[in-house]
C-alpha cells in the first residue's frame, strides 16, 4: 500500500466503543464516549418516558439515564459485576448535552 493510500484510509477509519446488551453488540464512536463508570445509585423521575426513567450523579452532573434494553425491546436484567455505565456527549440543538446509557459488558 503507498503512503497517500494508506493516509487516505486511516482518514476513513472510525474508533469505536464496544457494549454489550444481551447476546447483541453495538458500536458508540469513542469520540462521544467521556468516560465508563461502575453502576450508581439512581433517582427515578415522575412521568420519565419508559426507556430514561432515572437520572444519575455524575461528578456533580446530573444526567439522565437511559436503559437501552428497555428501548430494544430486551427483557431487563438485574446487574452483574459485568454491568456498566457509558456516558456520551451528544449535540442537542447546538449545545453539548450528556446523557448515560447502561451496558451489560464493555
Known amino acids: 500500500m503507498t503512503e497517500a493510500l494508506a493516509a487516505e484510509h486511516q482518514v476513513d477509519a472510525m474508533q469505536v466503543v ?17 468516560e465508563i463508570i461502575d453502576p450508581v445509585p439512581v433517582t427515578k423521575v415522575a412521568g420519565a418516558r419508559s426507556f430514561v426513567p432515572s437520572v444519575i450523579n455524575v461528578r ?15 427483557p431487563q436484567l438485574e446487574d ?22 447502561t451496558a451489560d459488558k464493555i
Open 18 to 34: 464496544m457494549i454489550g446488551l444481551g447476546e447483541e453488540k453495538f458500536a458508540l464512536d469513542a469520540g462521544l464516549v467521556r
Open 60 to 74: 456533580g452532573n446530573v444526567i439522565p439515564l437511559a436503559d437501552l434494553r428497555i428501548r430494544f425491546g430486551m
Open 80 to 101: 452483574s459485576a459485568d454491568t456498566r455505565i457509558v456516558v456520551i456527549e451528544i449535540e442537542l440543538d447546538n449545545e453539548p448535552v450528556l446523557v448515560c446509557g
